[in-house]
């Protein structure tokens, strides 16, 4: 049965900070819960793909001249975040999802990185938290794992930062 479109919304993001990313204590997770939550994580690494690759296509204005390579550069390490989830989840003898996460979209420039950054955000804190579940399941490969996506994870929040002049 196919699977509806993936929501797409236009909105205004608030300006955040990696310092506004705190991340929630973890809670202890079956290993069954523990691929339920990757799956989650990696429709939303499909949406941040899909969402890269429109924003390099449409943002406009010679301040963003710089950013536009690295989103298509940003889009290729989600692809490889995926590919990364998909394989630890086989793993874990889950199934890989193939759902997408809401992708959010504007006309203008400055949100759509607004937009990016808070996708950032939410990835960094959410991967923290899957780190220490992964540490508690002493499913050391995964956190390891998990650890390589979130330090990119932050390089790209950076990355944003900077063209944000945040």
Known sequence: MAK????RSEKKAP?????TAAPKAP???TKAQLIAELNKDLAKEFAALIQYVQHAAVITGPQYDAITAELVVHSNEEHAHAISL???IDFLGGIPAVDVGDIHISPDSKTMLELDLEGELDAIARYKQRVAQAEKLQEYGLRRALEDILIVEEEHARD?????DL
């Open 4 to 7: 509806p479109a993936a929501k």
């Open 15 to 19: 300006a955040k900070t990696a310092a």
């Open 86 to 88: 998909s394989d630890q």
């Open 27 to 29: 809670r202890t997770l």
């Open 160 to 164: 944003l930062q900077s063209a944000l």
